[in-house]
């Protein structure tokens, strides 16, 4: 190394020393005050996209998600969230992830939210629930948002007991689609719950009949038949015990190998050439539907 280039790295190596701390207390007195959406509107945003929809909601959902943890270093709220997720949402209606995090991202700020948020939440999942019918994730997600998080943020009885129903109905939806969540039974007993706290008799019935037929679980069994003697009573639970009971057996002498969500589609056994002719769709042994079967035992 020549001394002339010594000379220069040593001077600007003093010269960063110097005028570093200045620069660092000038950029850090330096604040954002508000943002700024450049995005025109979804429905422009799709033809601007020229076709690549799905690439251009993952580009956005990367910056929101980016933008979101900036704005909560700098302690402000993060304005446009919302119109980003209902941009992303509209280039592709079908991408799950912004339906999840849409209650996140739009009430759980460095500022309070408004009641507006979480409208616009609701909004915006309940979108999802009709791109996504058969999620039972985000239904589950849903529901807890609407049953349980969203009431706390309203003094209004009446909103609060609105919210409250829609989030059970959706926790219940969750409950059909039952998968690998193994927490998922203890909130369907708890939308159970909300509907009899509700007056919602019927459908607590209902909805504990359906946790019945499709939980192995002896714990949430005896939770689920907890709940129903306190709402029919002792005699009519042993009904639904003893009826259950017969399906069991059924289940045993034809297809005890199979997992019950397997056997409930492929319905029950029955003899097709016993079952052949007139009148004989009126047995009993000869239905082909477990809802046919479930009926004939009310």
Not at 160 to 172: F, K, N, S
Not at 236 to 264: I, M, Q, Y
């Amino acid at each position: 190394m020549r001394w002339s280039e010594g000379v220069a790295i040593a001077a600007a190596t003093a010269a960063i020393a110097l005028l570093r701390p200045k620069l660092a207390e000038q950029f850090h007195q330096v604040s954002t005050r508000s943002d700024v959406y450049a995005l025109p509107s979804p429905e422009q945003t799709v033809v601007l996209s020229l076709g690549y929809r799905a690439a251009l909601a993952d580009l956005l959902l990367a910056h929101v998600l980016v933008s979101y943890g900036l704005h909560f270093q700098e302690k402000r709220r993060f304005e446009f969230v919302g119109d980003y997720l209902d941009t992303i949402t509209t280039l592709d209606p079908t991408f799950r992830r912004p339906y999840l995090f849409a209650d996140t991202l739009l009430t759980l700020q460095p500022v309070a939210p408004r009641w507006s948020d979480y409208e616009r939440a609701r909004a915006l999942q309940q979108r999802g629930l009709e791109a996504l019918p058969h999620d039972g994730e985000l239904w589950t997600t849903v529901g807890q948002f609407w049953a349980y998080l969203a009431p706390s943020a309203t003094n209004d009885p009446a909103v609060q007991q609105e919210w409250r129903l829609a989030g059970a109905r959706t926790l219940a939806r969750g409950c059909e689609l039952i998968g690998g969540n193994e927490n998922l039974p203890f909130h369907c007993i708890t939308a159970a719950a909300i509907f009899t706290r509700a007056g919602e008799r019927e459908a607590t019935v209902a909805f504990l009949q359906k946790v019945l037929a499709i939980s192995d679980d002896e714990e949430i069994r005896r939770i689920a038949i907890g709940h129903l003697q306190r709402v029919l009573g002792e005699g009519e639970v042993e009904r639904v015990n003893a009826r259950f009971e017969v399906f069991r057996k059924r289940w045993g002498a034809d297809l005890p190998f199979v997992r019950k969500d397997t056997l409930l589609i492929i319905g029950p056994a029955f003899d097709p050439s016993g079952c052949s002719g007139a009148g004989s769709t009126a047995a009993e042994a000869c239905v082909t539907s477990w809802r046919d079967w479930g009926d004939r035992q009310r």
